[in-house]
C-alpha cells in the first residue's frame, strides 16, 4: 500500500533535467559522456537523461543499458542469471566518463555488481553514479555523484519508481507497513 507518492511525473522530469544538467556542468565535453542505465529502471531514465543533454547542449551522450545479474552477491545460490552478456551499448566506454544510472540508491550492492560488469568491459576514465532516488541504509561505500532526491526511510519501507515503460505510470511512491 502507498504510503505517499513523493514524485510525480512532472517531479520526474524535472528531476531528470536538472541531472542532465549537473552532468553536463561536470563532463560536458563531446563524445566524452556514456550513460549506462542498470537495468530494470536505469535504462529508461538514461534514455531520458541523454535527451535532455541533446536537448540543453547539442552533446549526444551514449546511452546503453547495464545487466548485472551475473555480478550480484545477493542472489540465491542455483538462481538463473542470463546469458552473460552484460554490457550493451555501441561504444567503446575505455577512457570515457561513464555515468551510471539507477533508480533508487539503497545498499549499495547493485552499484558494486555494476562496477564489476563495466570493468570487465573496459576500462573507464571515470565512472560516476546518477540516482532518481537516494533512500539511506547503504551496506557498502558507495556515494552517488548525481541525487534526484534524498529520501530517508525505514528499513520496513520501500521506495517503488514506476515508469511508464513497465507500469504505465510515472512516479515514485514509498510503501510499506505502518509503524
Not at 545479474?69 to 561513464?98: N, W, Y
Not at 551496506?139 to 532526491?149: M, T
Request: charged share 30%; net charge negative.
Amino acid at each position: 500500500m502507498d504510503k505517499a507518492i513523493i514524485l510525480d511525473a512532472a517531479g520526474i522530469d524535472r528531476t531528470l533535467m536538472r541531472i542532465a544538467h549537473e552532468i553536463i556542468e561536470k563532463d560536458g565535453s563531446e563524445g566524452s559522456i556514456v550513460l549506462l542505465g542498470i537495468r530494470r529502471g536505469g535504462v529508461p531514465l538514461a534514455r531520458q537523461i541523454g535527451e535532455n543533454i541533446k536537448k540543453f547542449s547539442g552533446i549526444d551522450a551514449a546511452v546503453g543499458e547495464l545487466d548485472i545479474t551475473k555480478h550480484r552477491d545477493d542472489l540465491p545460490e542455483g538462481a538463473a542469471v542470463g546469458d552473460g552478456v552484460s554490457v550493451f551499448v555501441d561504444e567503446d566506454i575505455r577512457g570515457r566518463v561513464v555515468v551510471l544510472v539507477d533508480d533508487v540508491l539503497h545498499t549499495g550492492r547493485t552499484v558494486r555488481a555494476a562496477m564489476d560488469a563495466l570493468i570487465k568491459r573496459g576500462r573507464p576514465a571515470i565512472v560516476r553514479l546518477a540516482v532518481l532516488v537516494d533512500r539511506g541504509h547503504r551496506e557498502l561505500p558507495i556515494r552517488p555523484d548525481f541525487v534526484g532526491k534524498n529520501v530517508p526511510t525505514s528499513k520496513k519501507e520501500m521506495i517503488e519508481v514506476r515508469l511508464p515503460e513497465f507500469d504505465g505510470v510515472k512516479e515514485v511512491a514509498i510503501i510499506g507497513a505502518e509503524d
